[in-house]
């Protein structure tokens, strides 16, 4: 299991933004070298490539690409894009974990070479040290993604939700039956309360009258806890970004990191309410990350 002190102690003097994705490195080299060193299960130090600032790089362009997802979704679901807004939804999930997974130090990279040749390792960094193991990843991206996710973060997920929310994302994606109801009454209602509803308000649904608290408790348990995870996702991440931050002897870095995101959001176009509330916990990241 992850432990935020442990990764802020670790980054302490990790610069946190390099400028190059580790896809960049990786794909510089000889692909059949790179599939050697991953046979071998070679040792990659941080005097050969500065790792640990180019994950924490990585992982905060996938928190960026989270939180747009999630506007996004809710931009679509008003637009009545139910099939669509389920997919970018699921996207929101997934490069949030993808950050979360960085920030522990597992990435899944896709080497590509100059004629187009793609290699996909795991980089896994190995414990008590800066140095990480380059290794063959072998099967599905997303089930591995997953499943490595639930095995860091137990308290964020199981093996068992990884695997039905990417069951999920496969039907709206692929399975025509799905997307081909998007004009009918019930797919219509249902976009219509993900759009109306704003999920990620911790206070909806606190109402004194019971039958109206009890409609909107099976609102959330039927529709809504597929916003509120992603916004989970998204302020777990951003708890562990500032836990490394006020650390860090880059701390004004992240301080201008949360500040960045808070313009980004109010350039996209989305739902109001779901604006503000991101921005709401960008804001008092930035305030955290300044005590």
């Not at 704003?198 to 609102?219: M, R, V, W």
Request: hydrophobic share 40%; proline share 2%; with cysteine.
């Amino acid at each position: 299991m992850v432990d935020s002190a442990s990764l802020a102690s670790y980054y302490s003097k990790a610069r946190p933004f390099y400028h190059r994705f580790l896809k960049e490195v990786f794909s510089q080299g000889d692909i059949t070298k790179l599939e050697e060193a991953a046979r071998k299960g070679q040792v990659v130090t941080q005097d050969q490539i500065p790792l640990d600032s180019m994950l924490l790089f990585d992982a905060r362009n996938f928190l960026r690409l989270s939180i747009f997802n999630l506007l996004a979704y809710k931009f679509l679901a008003c637009g009545r894009y139910l099939a669509w807004s389920k997919v970018t939804l699921y996207y929101s999930y997934f490069y949030a974990v993808s950050c979360l997974l960085r920030l522990a130090g597992h990435a899944i990279i896709h080497a590509t070479d100059p004629d187009g040749k793609i290699f996909t390792l795991q980089l896994v960094r190995q414990h008590g040290s800066h140095n990480y193991k380059i290794m063959s990843m072998k099967g599905n991206e997303h089930k591995v993604v997953w499943s490595n996710f639930a095995t860091l973060y137990p308290n964020l997920s199981t093996q068992l939700t990884g695997k039905l929310t990417i069951e999920d994302r496969v039907r709206w994606n692929y399975d025509l039956l799905f997307p081909s109801q998007a004009t009918e009454e019930h797919a219509v209602r249902e976009v219509i309360v993900y759009c109306e509803n704003n999920f990620l308000d911790p206070n909806l649904g606190q109402f004194s009258d019971p039958d109206a608290a009890e409609y909107f408790h099976e609102l959330v348990a039927n529709f809504g806890y597929e916003e509120i995870y992603a916004g989970d996702l998204i302020k777990e991440a951003l708890r562990i970004f500032v836990t490394i931050a006020r650390s860090s002897k880059y701390r004004a870095d992240y301080t201008a990191f949360a500040e960045s995101l808070t313009r980004d959001v109010d350039y996209f176009e989305s739902k109001k309410e779901t604006k503000d509330e991101v921005n709401k916990w960008l804001r008092l990241a930035a305030v955290d990350i300044g005590k």
